[in-house]
Nanobody
Framework: VQLVESGGDLVQPGGSLRLSCAAS????????MSWHRQAPGKEREWVAG????????TYGDSVKGRFTISRDNAKNTVYLQMNSLKPEDTAVYFC?????????WGQGTQVTVSS
């Protein structure tokens, strides 16, 4: 199982970014996928999740209404569209899959929101 995140950048408050997570090594379309983040000195926080076929999505309270999770099962990729970014969104963002009773994480992508 391999997860590779990309798309992180430095962005001004109020800006937008789209993160991508390319997955391989498992049947992507069969698994729930999620995004998490970890800010310096803080615990990792769940951000959003999406069911295997994309019919249902859920969000953490801190990002609800600003972030959108989606997936393209033909490309084995899950996305996180982030709008109206705030300085408190600054963190390393990770995608996650629970496969064969084990959690798998990518290496993360840095998002910095600052003027």
């Amino acid at each position: 199982v391999q997860l590779v995140e990309s798309g992180g950048d430095l962005v001004q408050p109020g800006g937008s970014l789209r993160l991508s997570c390319a997955a391989s090594g498992f049947t992507f379309s069969s698994y729930y996928m999620s995004w998490h983040r970890q800010a310096p000195g803080k615990e990792r926080e769940w951000v959003a999740g999406i069911t295997n076929l994309g019919f249902s999505t859920t969000y953490g309270d801190s990002v609800k209404g600003r972030f959108t999770i989606s997936r393209d099962n033909a490309k084995n990729t899950v996305y996180l569209q982030m709008n109206s970014l705030k300085p408190e969104d600054t963190a390393v963002y990770f995608c996650n899959v629970r496969w064969n009773a084990r959690e798998y994480w990518g290496q993360g992508t840095q998002v910095t929101v600052s003027s």
